[in-house]
Structure formats: C-alpha cells, structure tokens
C-alpha cells in the first residue's frame, strides 16, 4: 500500500497542521477574553462572583478536558442540539483556556505588593481605576511569560479533540496511518508538527522570563 | 474646631484589643509624634485616619469628614488626608513625574498641562525638580521617598500622615528627607508622624503623643515630655531609644 507517497503524506499534514493552528489561536484569543472575564470575578470584592469563578476554575481545572469535549459534544446533542465537531472543539478548548489564564492571570495580579494598593487607595483612587493604572499594568508584565507558556498547552491540547472528530493534525495523522500503514513515519512527522508549533512558542516564553528577571519595571 | 478630631476609638484584630479609647485633637498646621512600641498601636491608629484600617467603636472626624465603622465616603476623606509610607510604595511602571500626575490627572481630574506643572513644581520643593523622568529603581531610597512626599502633596491634602518614613532608609539618606518633613512643617503642614526619630520629633513636634497598649499613656509638650516623662513606661521608652 505504498501508492501514498510521502509528499503527500506530508501534504495532508500540513493542512491538518492548519486546523490545529487555527483551533489553538481561536481558543487562545476567545480563552484569553473569557479569561480576563474570569479574572475580574475571581478577584472582585462581592464574594459571590469570585465563588463562581473558583467553582468554575476548579471544574475545567480539575476535570480531564477530554471529558469537557465529550460532556459539550455528546451533551449538547442529547439536548437536541447537533453541534459539529469544530464547534464543540472551539468551545471546550475556549472555556479550558479561559479557566488556566484567569487563574494564572489572578497569582499575577496577587503578587502585586499590597504596598502599591494602598498608596494607590491613599491617593483617592478607586477600586477601579487603582486596576487600570497601578495593579494591572504590572500584573501584565509578569504575566506575559507564563501566559505565553500556557499557550503551548493550548497547543498539545487541541490533539484531544481528535476523538470527537474534528480532523486537525493528530486526527489526520491516525486517518493517514490507517491508510499507509506507517504509523511510525506518520506520527513522527505528526510530533515534528506539534514540536515546531510549540517550540518557539516555549523559547519565546523563556526569554520573556530572562528579560523581566533581567531587569526590574517599566 | 480640631481639624482631625478622633473620639473614643477602639478596634479589635481577632481576639486582640488593639485600640482601646484613643481620644486626640489634631489642630491645624500641628506636628504630632506618635511614639511607642512596636504592637502599641501607634500604626494602626494612623492607618485608621484615612480609612486604610476599620475600627469598631468611636468616631474621627477629618476637616468635616466623618469616618465611621461602616459606610464612609473614602475617596472624599483620602482627598483630603495624604499619606507616606516606610516602604515608599511608588509606581514602579510610572517615572518620578508619572507617580506625582497619576492621582491628580484621574481623581482630581487635572488636564495634563496643569498636572505636569504641579508635579514639576512639586518635585522642585522636594529638590528632585531633574528627575522628573527617571524611573523609582534609578533612584535612591531617600530620593524615592522624596518622590513619594511629592506625590502625596500634589493632592494638596489637609493633612498628612507619615508611617515610619525613614525607618526603610539607610542612616545617610534619612536626614535628607528630614529636612523636607521640617519644611512641610514649617509652612504649616499638619502633620501626623510615626517615628523613631526621638531627636526630630523633639525639635519638630508640636505634641508627642505616647502610645502604651492600644492607650494614650501620655501626651504633651515634646520638650517637656522628654525632659521629665511622667510616667515609667514612658521612662523606660525614652531610656531604651537612646
């Protein structure tokens, strides 16, 4: 069965590659909004929305998230809704992301010295505006490493909705396999494909560390 | 009429009576000298004054504004109760000019003309007028503090309380931040001070106020107390600092 030539192999590769790209920026951008959303619950002061943004933090935190894509996938189709594999992919990837970045997000903001909030407040500022221009100016600096860190996660998770059946570069991988009967070659270039999404992605994120690291503020 | 006016004041931390009826007058343009202890409770009493720490029983009153256990309106009272803090506490992302416009552009809604010109003039009294663009970390704890006295007046406050200003510094840096605390004073500055600083608050103060387990134990003339405490504890507290 060796009429399946490699450049084929590996063109078909590539577009699966695409999809997995596409899937991680979506659920990164749409994460990172719905992050920030989640951010400002866990840390408001009225206790009830920061109850419910741990409780959902703890729920997609502590759950696997293949359970997360079926519970979406398989769930929103015994309520009569047939939701296609790219979607339920999209949204569980999304409320995934967004649970990790609004928490990771929280320690950033957190470990801003309570000296800053209360000058800021000393000064007549607001609760709000203490955020705008004090708190989370610097809480964004010392979140842009770990945050793109977390990205590559996104990345190698996106492989999991493979099993729902949105054909990205693992489901493309296994269709190839099955029909080549290389496995090895397949998902060795398959891994090559993740490895050359997420490396420079970590790089990048280990030099934004040495940089903050390297030098303190503005 | 006492600008600051603090009645009856008493605050628990747990099972911790931590103010237990602290009573005091604070007149326009006085220098107080808060003394004592560490856990004595001269901090949180300040903290008290512009709402940075609840109380649970008493009144304080600043220049009209009234604080109370629940329910006050903050951002009226801190417009008018600067403060300065040992650890300096600038903005760490904003320069030396950013630290003095920030609060006077959003809360007291200055155009960024009249903010850049008060804050120049501002850091001109502290004598940091050319490091108007310099970051805090570029500069040294005494001039960071300086910083931190301008910032605090270019919300042009009635009073201002200071906690332990000088405590973060080293012994060289300290008596240049003094001299700008003496001349705040001398223009008639109210001023509340935490210190250590028993030779300054003796040549400065208008009233040392000595704080004994979450009490007043002993107020009065600087001079007069130093020189013939009336009390032990008071006794032994000047016997230790020197």
């Known amino acids: ?218 | 009429m006492a600008l600051v006016r603090i009645e009856a004041l008493h605050k628990h931390f747990g099972s911790n009576h931590v103010l237990r009826g602290i009573d005091l007058d604070i007149e326009e343009g006085q220098v107080i000298a808060l003394i004592g202890r560490s856990g004595s409770g001269k901090s949180t009493l300040l903290r008290t004054i512009n709402g940075l720490e609840s109380f649970d029983d008493g009144s304080i009153e600043v220049d009209g504004e009234h604080i109370r256990p629940q329910g006050t309106d903050l951002r009226a009272l801190r417009m008018k109760v600067g403060m300065i803090f040992q650890q300096f506490n600038l903005f760490p992302h904003l320069t030396a000019g950013q630290n003095v416009m920030l609060a006077t552009r959003i809360v007291r809604k200055m155009g960024d003309d009249a903010a850049r010109d008060l804050a120049k003039s501002m850091l001109l009294k502290v004598g940091l007028q050319e490091k108007f663009d310099a970051y805090p970390d570029q500069l040294s704890g005494g001039q960071q503090q300086r910083v931190a006295i301008a910032r605090a007046l270019a919300m042009q406050p009635r009073v201002l309380l200071c906690d332990e200003i000088t405590s973060a510094l080293d012994p060289e840096l300290v008596n240049e931040v003094l001299a700008v605390v003496k001349n705040l004073a001398a223009e008639g500055m109210t001023l509340i001070m935490v210190t250590h600083e028993m030779r300054f608050a003796r040549e400065v103060g208008d009233k040392l106020v000595f704080m004994y387990q979450g009490r007043i134990h002993e107020s009065g003339d600087p001079q007069t107390l130093f020189a013939n405490p009336q009390t032990p504890e008071l006794a032994g507290f000047i016997g230790s600092i020197n």
């Not at chain 1, 500022?125 to 490493?145: D, F, K, T, Y």
């Open chain 1, 1 to 218: 069965m060796s009429d399946i030539e490699l450049s084929d192999i590996v063109r078909n590769l590539l577009g699966g590659a695409a999809w997995t790209l596409g899937l991680s920026l979506t659920a990164f951008v749409l994460g990172g909004l719905a992050g920030l959303a989640v951010l400002f619950a866990r840390i408001a002061r009225n206790p009830l929305p920061r109850r419910l943004a741990q409780a959902y933090i703890e729920v997609f935190q502590g759950t696997p998230l293949l359970m997360q894509l079926f519970i979406i996938f398989f769930g929103s189709s015994l309520i009569g809704l047939e939701i296609p594999p790219w979607l339920a992919a999209a949204l569980g990837l999304t409320l995934f992301t967004s649970a990790y970045l609004g928490e990771i997000w929280r320690g950033c903001v957190e470990a801003i010295p309570k000296g800053q909030w209360e000058a800021s407040a000393s000064l007549a500022m607001s609760h709000v505006e203490q955020m705008r221009h004090v708190i989370l100016p610097q809480a964004l600096r010392i979140a842009i490493a770990p945050t793109v860190g977390f990205s590559v996660q996104v990345v190698k998770g996106t492989a999991v909705t493979s099993i729902i059946g949105f054909v990205e570069l693992t489901k493309t991988g296994s269709m190839l396999a099955n029909a080549t009967f290389q496995p090895f070659l397949v998902f060795g270039l398959v891994a090559l494909g993740y490895f050359a999404l997420c490396y420079p992605l970590s790089a990048y994120s280990r030099m934004l560390e040495r940089k903050i690291h390297g030098s303190r503020a503005h």
